[in-house]
């Protein structure tokens, strides 16, 4: 079964730091990966994609993909109380998206 | 771009009545939308996927007679839930994927907090 696994965490750092999440999977056939951010009460919001191996950076964030090791991860830099969420890691091969059960991220003021 | 809404953003219904929710890509045209559902602090639930103009493809244990799934134009799906009782209350999301998302990218709704009392 294919499968993408998370820490469920809480993540805790103290705000400006550097935030490190990370995500496995199993499905070596996944072309593209995606990063959500969830609220509590509210519905995932996409951050980022990623497709290639290497780091791909937009503002704060970092996402980084090693496909020989299946790891996916996010870097979220100088921490913002405002970045507490969970953390949702999402790989597709193709038709279906496959989710990981969320990393709950907490950045102390 | 790429914004999903949902209606009504929260229902509060009597058990054994119908609710139907509505899910509109209002800036894309969706091939494909999803309906997750999502109970307190645990993770997404795939429920089923729709194709416009096509029957839903129901993920296992989901009953397709129960959670009805129409998916009329490239822009509406919705989701029925009838007789409706109180374990199916729970937040409901939809997600639409547009055809011209190169890497699969879904966008979500924003919701439906769905209570049966």
């Known amino acids: 079964q294919k499968e993408v696994e998370q820490n469920s965490g809480p993540l805790s750092v103290p705000e400006g730091a550097i935030a490190s999440l990370n995500c496995t999977y199993s499905?070596?056939?996944?072309?593209?990966f995606f990063w959500y951010r969830q609220y509590s009460g509210k519905s995932p919001e996409l951050i980022m994609f990623?497709?290639?191996?290497g780091d791909k950076e937009d503002g704060r964030f970092t996402a980084q993909l090693n496909k020989a090791s299946q790891y996916v991860s996010l870097l979220i830099r100088d921490s913002q109380p405002s970045d507490s969420a969970t953390y949702l890691c999402a790989s597709t091969g193709g038709f279906k998206t496959i989710f990981g059960a969320g990393t709950r991220l907490f950045v102390k003021a | 771009g790429a914004v999903v809404s949902q209606h009504p953003s929260w229902v509060i219904c009597k058990s054994g009545t119908s609710v139907k929710i509505e899910c509109r890509s209002l800036d894309f045209q969706a091939t494909t939308m999803f309906w997750y559902r999502q109970f307190p602090k645990q993770s997404l639930m795939l429920m089923a996927t729709?194709?416009?103009?096509?029957?839903?493809?129901?993920e296992q244990g989901v009953e397709k007679d129960k959670f009805l799934i129409n998916h009329a134009s490239l822009t509406l799906s919705t989701l029925t839930v009838t007789s409706a009782h109180p374990e199916d209350s729970s937040f409901y999301i939809c997600s639409a994927r547009s055809r011209l998302a190169g890497y699969n990218e879904q966008f979500f709704g924003p919701g439906t907090r769905l209570t049966v009392l």
């Open positions: 990623i497709y290639s191996n």
């Open positions: 499905d070596r056939g996944s072309q593209s």
């Open positions: 729709s194709n416009e103009g096509s029957k839903a493809t129901y």
